[in-house]
């Protein structure tokens, strides 16, 4: 019976192993096949590129017939590709398939120079695929790009041709473009990861039993039949993080796999988790085979991975139980106590598993919920320490020099002013009028007193500020509405700041007169808001501007516009494209809004604290307490606008800060 019962093991584990190579080979096959297909049509495309690059019409920018072989590779590549595209030498889009329809006319000149499907194939001289990137409409898409240069004419000669759709043009090889005279521009075919992934999911086999997936050479998923993790970088932490808590000690082993797949042509791995085994096989997707230098990653755009589930060790157990139960019916009574045993054991230890990782779940849970709030706790008693901190700093600074100013008064000018009997009174008109003949002494009592008024003001704001964060995080920030000219109201602000910058030179400070050219748009420009409160903003924008100008002028200006504007407002200093989204939705608004600007030519935000810029206690400035800005930004909101901060480009230095109001609309309807 252990001879029969030994037979029969080595005969199931023959039959295991023959399945399995057979299963591996079969995943081999479909993951090279599919493979090949997507190669096919990748090659495809860049073929159609190529031709359209060395055509002579191309060469010349002769749009109408580039508009035609534009069309004609769209058509032709039309179960993979949604787009080809003509960029000039600028890196601006000149043409496009689909340019004809409305919604599509207003990225035509698009500046997309900075993209590095413009920027490697102009820099190169190569083909170029890159990896999945957000387009300008939010659709992760990849692109292939072939750059076109000017040929000259003994070069065309010695070089074949090819035909695209009836017409027939040179086809020069990618690898003579680097000797070609002048680089004219780029040919663009763009590929929707979705459309990838259809496309990968129409080449499985009806009857092949597993799942396709597909990651790009940047570790991105492309394509898998978790819907969840499409767009999600493999090598990520997040993906890291839910690998580890799913896999367990198997994640570690699981990542190998795919990092030798990522290394290597092909292959096929066995991957054993709990009671399921899984077969990988893993197959390298390369672009154009014409070129090997296409980029750093050579020709390779990803790497597709076909998986295949299956309890071939279990289905062999189960049959050589079948066989055990045969051969040995004599004990069949005991292997049935047996078995009996062993189920109530494994569904006891399998509640007993379920009930851990329950506990586990929410103990993990209960564990997360209680680091967030140690940390939030951090951060508020980092903000207390920093808010004490500042408040002292800031308090001792005017109360010092008051007391100090009242002092010297006291010691140097006027001794008895302190004194309260009728004799100190007639004493403080004594010292009162040798004050008054001494030039020198009146002018330093002037500047003390001066002092002591600015200083009492400062200390005044501080109190106010604290007070005001205080309200706007008890929601009780009050607006008291009415109907005024914004650009008076400027002005104000401007005349307010110059005065007291001039009665601060006046009396010894070392300010330096700085100007302030306001520049509105139109005049009146009429608002309902609070008019103390649209003071206390514009007077903590400019004197933030001021501290930080160097010396140079600050700029103002108050513009009108509608509110489905405000995205190409609002543009970032790198110039880039406006966020058209924002546009679409809003383009039945017909609402009127003021975008009031101050802009200086000072050293410009950090980069540290720019994402921070609106918050509490934030400030690189060794005056102050960071308050201004978080209380200017509550009070715009408040009256239903916005505020945003960017640094200047164009090679302006400084920065620009921003707020936008409603326009009265009585106003606007006179």
């Not at 054993?272 to 197959?283: C, M, P």
């Not at 009162?432 to 002591?452: F, H, I, P």
């Amino acid at each position: 019976m252990v001879l029969s019962y030994n037979y029969f093991t080595q005969t199931a584990n023959q039959i295991q192993e023959l399945a399995i190579d057979e299963l591996e080979t079969n995943s081999e096959i479909e993951a090279h096949s599919i493979s090949n297909s997507l190669s096919n049509a990748i090659y495809a495309i860049t073929s159609n590129l190529e031709i359209i690059a060395n055509s002579p019409s191309t060469v010349d920018e002769n749009i109408s017939t580039i508009q035609t072989l534009l069309n004609i590779g769209r058509d032709s590549t039309n179960n993979l590709t949604d787009g080809y595209y003509f960029l000039d030498k600028n890196g601006r889009l000149t043409t496009f398939t689909g340019i004809e329809k409305e919604e599509n006319v207003k990225y035509k000149g698009v500046d997309l120079s900075y993209r590095n499907y413009f920027q490697i194939p102009k820099h190169n001289g190569t083909l170029y695929i890159s990896t999945v990137i957000d387009s300008n409409d939010n659709v992760p898409r990849i692109y292939i790009s072939m750059p076109v240069f000017e040929n000259n004419k003994k070069g065309l000669e010695a070089v074949g041709g090819g035909q695209l759709g009836g017409e027939v043009v040179a086809a020069v090889p990618s690898s003579l473009n680097r000797n070609l005279t002048s680089f004219k521009g780029v040919v663009v075919a763009s590929i929707e990861a979705e459309t990838l992934g259809n496309f990968l999911e129409g080449q499985i086999h009806p009857k092949f039993n597993g799942d396709i997936g597909f990651i790009d050479r940047n570790g991105t998923v492309i394509y898998t039949q978790n819907q969840t993790f499409i767009g999600k970088n493999y090598f990520g932490n997040e993906f890291q993080s839910y690998l580890k808590l799913i896999l367990k000690d198997k994640a570690e082993e699981f990542n190998n796999i795919l990092n030798k797949a990522f290394l290597s042509e092909s292959g096929v791995e066995e991957f054993n988790f709990e009671n399921i085994s899984t077969t990988i096989a893993y197959e390298a997707v390369k672009g154009s085979e014409t070129d090997n230098s296409i980029n750093e990653y050579g020709n390779m755009i990803g790497t597709l991975f076909i998986t295949v589930p299956h309890t071939l060790a279990g289905n062999v157990t189960s049959l050589i139980d079948n066989q055990n139960s045969i051969n040995f019916s004599i004990i069949g009574i005991i292997v049935a106590i047996s078995t009996v045993t062993a189920i109530i054991l494994l569904r006891w230890n399998k509640l007993l598993n379920d009930n851990v990782k329950q506990k586990t779940f929410q103990l993990r849970d209960s564990i997360e919920k209680l680091e967030k709030a140690n940390e939030d706790l951090k951060s508020h008693d980092k903000m207390q320490k920093e808010f004490i901190n500042i408040a002292a700093h800031e308090l001792r600074t005017p109360t010092q020099a008051i007391s100090g100013n009242l002092e010297l008064i006291q010691m140097s000018y006027v001794p008895s002013i302190f004194q309260t009997s009728s004799s100190g009174q007639i004493g403080i008109k004594a010292e009162l009028e040798r004050l008054v003949k001494d030039e020198d002494k009146l002018l330093d009592y002037s500047y003390a007193l001066v002092s002591t008024y600015r200083n009492a003001q400062r200390l005044e704001k501080l109190v106010n500020d604290i007070l005001d964060t205080s309200r706007i995080e008890s929601n009780r920030l009050e607006l008291h509405k009415e109907s005024f000219n914004l650009n008076e109201k400027i002005q104000n602000v401007i005349k307010d700041i110059h005065n007291k910058t001039s009665l601060s030179s006046h009396n010894g400070d070392s300010s330096t007169h700085i100007d302030i050219v306001f520049e509105p748009q139109e005049d009146p420009i009429m608002v309902s808001a609070d008019k103390i409160r649209i003071f206390e903003v514009l007077s903590n924008l400019i004197n933030n501007a001021i501290k930080f100008s160097n010396g140079k002028p600050i700029i103002i200006s108050a513009k009108t516009f509608q509110k489905n504007e405000i995205g190409s407002i609002k543009s970032n200093h790198n110039n880039e494209l406006v966020d058209i989204e924002n546009t679409i939705k809003n383009k039945d608004e017909k609402m009127m809004i003021v975008v009031v600007s101050v802009k200086d030519r000072g050293k410009g935000i950090d980069s540290d604290i720019l994402p921070r810029l609106f918050t509490k206690f934030v400030t690189k400035s060794d005056q102050g307490t960071g308050l201004g800005l978080y209380i200017a930004k509550n009070i715009i909101e408040a009256h239903g606008g916005q505020i945003w901060a960017q640094n200047n480009y164009n090679g302006d230095k400084g920065a620009t800060f921003s707020f936008s109001l409603q326009i009265d609309q009585e106003f606007k309807n006179l």
